[in-house]
């Protein structure tokens, strides 16, 4: 894999899979190599952070305590200073969170074309509510901003996948599509 | 597959090839006149030259603010510091999703514009930024930015040319405020996104406090073409302000949503009509933002203008980023601008006190009018609100969250009123 992988585009990887291991150790073999190559691009260790914290949520699920001081300590910073950046973003978990993270675009573009609906139906569905992780682990379902994708309402995007055109009659064949 | 929008009234330069599948790899790209700008400017030009062809051709910066790029170029100090070129590849203004769709289509036409762009400026490495949400086109771009270093287009002397060119793919992760470009800079720094005060601006201390030259996708993708045919050719479209073609990214209540690049002179009517289809069957058009939720809405009966940044100026919005959001008459206004508004109140970062608060009480009014709460003089008070947020914080976020409050305010306040006195809603079911 890693050989692959070029030094420029080692930190940008899509980094939300449905497999996560939260006890997986952070940074070896491959990732240890990935790693290398993220630093290699950056005058500095600070700015490698949003990368790694990339890669540390694409093998953990989720940013832990434990993976936060980790990634800290790695690139010389402290864990608060980690912390604070890390909670400024919303693709960072700071809690865990359901295998398939299902965002919902509720923006103005998708929101004009129906956008409640499929929250709805998704939060019916789901059997949970915004935020939560559905009893059988499965999903966590989440309302975001403007995807980029406005012209093809509603947007759905489920880990590192994205769904055009949902409409509210379309959720349980995407929700089955999932397993 | 042909790309679903193509229309002949567009004037497809930097959209011709979005939906041929073949275009997406190097050769494709090659096979359709790819990397010859940059052959002729590392091969022909000075890094000056470059400059000065862009300067002459008038391309405007396409992410909202429309400085000239070539102008933006020219402040860059000619000393020995390292000097970086960051793409903003941020794409987040709601209604806003051109610059997806020229990465996803043709990212090469974006590589080779960094390129020519870091030669003119002489940087030394390019990150893009992209923001995070953005997976399958990261996929895309990736794929790119590989094949571009083993043809020795990126890299240690580019084409034999002595010019060296590091790129990197930089992720964001969920910001809008990284799209700012001090709080992108930030954010490439390991920072939160928060944006900084200018001066300094990113020219005199930028990027780890080097000189750096910020630009969006679409004003880079621009330079290819600017450099191959010259700054005459670029200005036989648009308007002596507003020269070449722009994509428009239209969405909201449209028969044919969806990008569409045209000539900065084409009338908005009939972008909106004519390519877009107009609203669908049976129901009329209220409203239209032209250019993202951060500019003026225009009532209906408003946009017989061109699409220039002065026509649509004059017309009383701004052309911005170009993401068209049409509304027909089953809007509830007060809705629309609240989901708006909430937008901004979730994505302000917080440094300013007027823009934190701000945006909270816009929002918390605004939901009160829209439950039937809401009071009379609820009105004035969003617009006094709306008044201190305006011109007073670091960063335009603020002024932003308070234009379309104002704006729907002015056009359709008996929208406002129809909730406040009758509670009821003037939206056509
Ligand atoms: C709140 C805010 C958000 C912005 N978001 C973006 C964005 O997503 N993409 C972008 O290219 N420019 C964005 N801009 C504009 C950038 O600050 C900057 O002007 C632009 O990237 C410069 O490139 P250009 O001159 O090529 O347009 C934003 C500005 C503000 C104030
Ligand atoms: S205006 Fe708002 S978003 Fe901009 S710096 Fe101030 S608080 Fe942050
Ligand atoms: S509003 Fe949903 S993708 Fe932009």
């Known amino acids: 894999m890693s050989d692959a992988l070029h030094p420029a585009v080692a930190g940008a990887q899509p980094s939300q899979r449905a497999e996560k291991n939260p006890e997986a150790p952070l940074f070896e073999g491959d990732y240890r190599d990935r790693f290398e190559r993220v630093l290699s691009r950056y005058p500095n260790k600070q700015a490698a952070l949003l990368p790694v914290l990339n890669m540390a949520q694409e093998i953990r699920g989720w940013l832990s305590p434990q993976t936060i001081a980790r990634v800290a300590e790695l690139l010389e910073l402290t864990p608060a200073y980690v912390r604070s950046v890390a909670s400024f973003y919303t693709m960072f978990s700071t809690r865990p969170v359901g295998k398939h993270v299902i965002q919902v675009c509720t923006g103005i573009g998708c929101d004009l074309c129906g956008a409640q609906a499929v929250v709805d139906k998704l939060l019916e569905a789901t059997g949970t509510r915004i935020g939560e992780v559905s009893k059988d682990g499965k999903y966590t379902v989440v309302e975001v901003e403007c995807l980029g994708a406005c012209g093809f309402p509603t947007v759905v995007q489920v880990n590192d996948r994205v769904f055009e055109n949902v409409k509210a009659e379309d959720v349980e064949g995407l929700l089955a599509e999932l397993d | ?429």
């Open chain 2, 1 to 429: 597959m042909a790309y679903p929008y193509a229309d002949p009234r567009e004037t497809r330069l930097l959209s011709k090839h979005f939906g041929e599948k073949d275009a997406i790899g190097i050769d494709g790209w090659i096979e359709r006149g790819g990397y010859r700008a940059l052959k002729k400017a590392l091969g022909s030009m000075s890094p000056d030259e470059v400059t000065g062809v862009v300067k002459e051709s008038g391309l405007r910066g396409r992410g909202g603010a429309g400085f000239p790029a070539g102008l933006k170029w020219s402040f860059m100090p000619k000393d020995d510091r390292p000097r970086y070129l960051v793409c903003n590849a941020d794409e987040s203004e709601p209604g806003t999703f051109k610059d997806r769709e020229i990465m996803r289509w043709t990212p090469h036409q974006l590589l080779e514009g960094c390129i020519i762009a870091g030669y003119a400026i002489q940087a030394e490495h390019c990150y893009v930024y992209i923001r995070g949400e953005f997976v399958d086109i990261v996929r895309i771009l990736n794929g790119a930015v590989g094949e571009a270093y083993e043809r020795g287009y990126l890299g240690r002397d580019i084409l034999g040319s002595g010019f060296d060119l590091e790129l990197t793919v930089h992720l964001g992760a969920g910001a809008y405020i990284a799209g700012e470009e001090t709080g992108l800079l930030n954010s490439l720094e390991g920072r939160r996104a928060e944006p900084r005060i200018k001066p300094p601006f990113p020219a005199q201390r930028g990027a780890f406090n080097m000189p750096t030259t910020v630009n969006n996708v679409e004003t880079l993708a621009s330079v290819a073409h600017i450099v191959m045919n010259g700054a005459d050719w670029y200005r036989q479209w648009g308007t002596e302000k507003s020269p070449g073609t722009k994509l428009f990214s239209c969405c909201g209540h449209l028969q044919r949503p969806g990008n569409y690049e045209v000539s900065l002179d084409f009338n908005l009517r009939d972008l909106v009509y004519e390519l877009c289809g107009g609203p669908p069957e049976g129901r009329a058009l209220l409203a239209v933002i032209p250019g993202g939720s951060s500019v003026p809405i225009m009532k209906a009966d408003e946009i017989d203008c061109d699409v220039s940044y002065e026509g649509i100026e004059a017309a009383g919005s701004m052309l911005g980023s170009g993401g068209l959001i049409a509304m027909d008459e089953s809007t509830c206004m007060v809705r629309a601008v609240r989901k708006m508004v909430e937008f901004y109140a979730h994505e302000s970062c917080g440094q300013c006190t007027n823009c934190r608060e701000g945006t909270a009480w816009l929002a918390k009014i605004l939901q009160r009018i829209e439950r039937g709460a809401g009071r009379e003089e609820d009105i004035p008070l969003l617009l006094d609100i709306s008044a201190n947020m305006a011109g007073r914080t670091i960063c335009p976020l603020s002024d932003s969250a308070a234009v379309p409050v104002v704006s729907s305010i002015q056009k359709f306040e008996h929208e406002y009123l129809a909730h406040i006195r009758d509670g009821t809603c003037t939206a056509v079911r």
